[in-house]
């Protein structure tokens, strides 16, 4: 297979760490050299320095997670193209060996112009991207707390009906006097709480509404 890119470099980005794979085609003869970077400020500038020294013409990386957003920010102040490549497509290109590591496999496919470059949009696009995922998430969070509040609304409206409207209960049927304990016989519609023990008459059951200032 032709070699299209005789200096490129694979990047496997992690959330912590960058292996970065420098591939170099002289007279013929490839060699490789592997180094890994620190994802602060200082490691991706070193990486980017160390891309310098190299002088690749073609970097590529996996799109994984958000991990790769700010290793692209960096590596776009250089004189070399970004290939950003989705990792399903990577996985699926036959012929990778067991003992080949992801910086390595990333650096010989885009050798051999074989990854797909993913659209990545300008910073100021991908800013307003974030800034409008970040409105719709709130967006929703408002909306699920405001239903909240109005099915609390809604159901403290109903007891308050409940509990407000004037419910007069006279108990006209006495308890049995061989009822023991004054307890009303089975089947009655005396209420055991409206007459005191041992009295023969029961007396009025009045629900009053609270009143509020």
């Known amino acids: 297979m032709e070699v299209m890119h005789e200096r490129v470099a694979g990047l496997d980005v992690h959330k912590e760490t960058v292996v970065c794979c420098v591939r170099i085609v002289v007279g013929g003869k ?13 490691g991706l500038e070193a990486l980017l320095a160390w891309l310098w020294q190299n002088e690749c013409t073609h970097v590529a990386m996996e799109a994984t997670g958000v991990y790769w957003k700010p290793v692209w920010h960096i590596l776009s102040d250089g004189k070399f193209a970004l290939i950003l490549a989705n990792a399903a ?3 699926n290109v036959p012929g990778r060996k067991t003992d080949v590591n992801d910086a390595t496999w990333i650096a010989d496919l885009a050798a ?14 991908q800013d307003l991207r974030s800034l409008m995922r970040a409105r719709k998430q709130l967006g929703g969070v408002e909306m699920w ?6 099915d609390l609304s809604v159901s403290a409206s109903f007891v308050w009906r ?5 419910a007069v209960t ?29 009295s023969s008459r029961p007396s009025a059951v009045r629900r009053t509404s609270p009143k509020y200032p």
């Open 89 to 91: 497509h990577i996985k």
């Open 170 to 198: 006279s108990v006209s049927t006495p308890p049995s006097s061989n009822r023991a304990g004054g307890f009303p016989a089975p089947g009655s519609r005396t209420r055991p709480h409206a007459f005191a023990h041992g």
């Open 162 to 166: 409940c509990l407000s409207s004037p």
């Open 112 to 125: 051999f112009g074989l990854i797909k470059a993913s659209f990545v949009p300008e910073e100021a696009i």
């Open 145 to 150: 707390r405001g239903g909240f509040r109005l």
């Open 30 to 42: 490839v060699s490789r050299e592997c180094r890994s970077f620190e994802t602060t400020t200082a």
